[in-house]
């Protein structure tokens, strides 16, 4: 017996040391398995990183490349998206099930593909019409962004008919033009002489706004400053130019029966008006630009303008707007000369008796759409003819400097 | 929509019965953006669904065998394939 429990001591030791090499072995083995969980985790984890930044800077490409570029855009982004797929029963079974029918998914992808490159199109073509515009002529032009080909398109138009009045001006100008997005603006087109010494000026007030308005303003005050600095004669001529779907100038005409500018009034349609607005204002970046020679053309429109109010009433002036057959004021090419300083006043009856007054600059600029646009509706109107003489002389003037 | 289009959705492309019964498994576990990617790739580049198909099946078996050096190897090879597919689309 007692043979036999020392057998059994002996047993019991050995099965003791078994258990500890068995609780080491596994011990080792849990081990081995939380070192390959981790380097799985590793590379699982740089995978993902990997292929989420080949997605990203992939869908990168449709804001800026060619359309050629597209297709294989779509095939990175296609084949990273595939490849990031959690794969394995525990990814899936967090998911829950999509269905989505095939058919209809590739119907929506061809659309999408289709949008894209016709969007890339009209990219092209509006970035061909931009060279274009730089390219026609020998000088600065900085056109900004967002303008569809359409504008682009009437602001050619607009430059080509303003280059034809008048080349050497023309020629002597630095231009910017800036498509505002304001609703405050609506449909105002702005000229900010003088403004911007150049492209890293612009992109200096742009970083420094805070929004839109601010950056208008910044462009307005430089421009009042370097009107008085005569050593800033030199700088960039910025142009603001609004949206034209925005535009609606049959209402614009229909609701400010007397606030015609010629893009506007004498219109059987106004299918050129977003174009003739800027050339009127190139009726007054022009002129301004030469500051010495317009303080004297201006001053000559003031005694011509003076002609025409000779005493008159507001409401006066504004019957011969009213005349159907007239539509201006006599002595004229538009009412908006009148109208742009006496608006309030005239919309007031009761201060509509107020003596009118002329704003010589908009007459100017409105002159200059007349004679650009090939108008003779006003050419018997001796003042008309003696305004367009005035004009004409500064234009064929050689420059001050 | 039935189950069937799009458990047949790899029918007409000439793969081996294990890639199908792969993708039968998973077709109703991706999401919408998973299928649309699936859906480009083989409308407009059969060839890089056959692969990408092959690295998932082959990333799931290394996953069920805990080999991480198949997925190492996994690993490069999406790095060599989408590396000169990148260069492509930004410098080629």
Not at chain 1, 190 to 195: K, R, Y
């Amino acid at each position: 017996m007692v043979r036999y429990n020392k057998k059994m001591e002996k047993l019991e030791d050995i099965n003791k040391e078994q258990n500890k090499v068995e609780t080491l072995t596994n011990k080792e083995d849990g081990l081995i398995e939380s070192n390959k969980e981790k380097k799985i985790e590793t590379i699982q984890a740089e995978e993902k990183e990997f292929l989420d930044e080949i997605k990203e800077s992939t869908l990168d490409v449709f804001h800026f490349a060619s359309k050629e570029k597209f297709q294989k855009a779509f095939r990175t982004v296609a084949l990273a998206t595939v490849l990031l797929t959690s794969i394995g029963e525990k990814a899936f079974a967090e998911r829950d099930e999509h269905i989505k029918d095939p058919a209809a998914v590739i119907t929506e992808i061809d659309k999408e593909i289709e949008q894209i490159i016709a969007t890339a199109e009209i990219d092209d073509e509006i970035d061909k019409q931009r060279d274009l515009i730089k390219e026609k002529y020998d000088q600065e032009i900085i056109i900004g962004e967002d303008f569809s080909f359409e504008e682009l398109k009437d602001l050619d138009d607009a430059l080509e008919i303003v280059h034809d009045l008048a080349p050497k001006k023309f020629n002597e100008l630095k231009l910017i033009f800036w498509k505002h997005d304001l609703k405050i603006l609506k449909e105002q087109f702005v000229a900010f002489p003088n403004a911007i010494s150049g492209a890293s000026e612009l992109k200096e007030i742009e970083d420094k706004s805070s929004n839109e308005i601010d950056f208008i303003k910044r462009v307005a005050i430089n421009s009042n400053t370097n009107k008085i600095d005569s050593n800033k004669k030199n700088n960039y001529e910025i142009i603001l130019i609004p949206n034209k779907t925005d535009m609606n100038y049959a209402d614009i005409a229909k609701s400010l029966t007397c606030f015609w500018r010629i893009s506007i009034s004498n219109r059987e349609s106004f299918v050129n008006s977003y174009r003739d607005t800027i050339i009127h204002e190139f009726g007054h970046i022009i002129p301004i630009n030469d500051s010495i020679d317009y303080e004297k053309m201006e001053d000559k429109f003031d005694k011509l303008n003076d002609k025409v109010v000779e005493g008159k009433t507001i409401n006066e002036i504004l019957e011969d707007v009213k005349n159907p057959k007239l539509k201006r004021p006599n002595g004229c090419v538009s009412a908006y000369a009148v109208t742009a300083n006496n608006l309030e006043k005239a919309y007031l009856s009761s201060r509509g008796t107020s003596k009118a007054q002329y704003n010589s600059s908009e007459s100017i600029a409105e002159v200059f759409s007349y004679m650009a646009l090939g108008f003779n509706y006003a050419d018997d109107d001796l003042i008309v003819q003696e305004k367009i003489k005035v004009l004409e002389e500064f234009l064929n003037e050689k420059s001050n400097e | 929509m039935n189950k069937i289009k799009l458990e047949n959705f790899l029918d007409d492309i000439e793969i081996n019965p294990e890639v199908k019964e792969f993708w039968a498994r998973i077709a109703y576990k991706l999401s919408p953006e998973e299928i649309e990617a699936f859906i480009i790739l083989k409308k407009y580049n059969p060839q890089d669904l056959i692969k990408a198909i092959d690295i998932l099946m082959r990333r799931e078996k290394a996953l069920l065998e805990k080999d991480f050096q198949a997925l190492k190897k996994i690993l490069k090879k999406e790095k060599d394939i989408l590396r000169d597919l990148i260069f492509e689309v930004k410098i080629g």
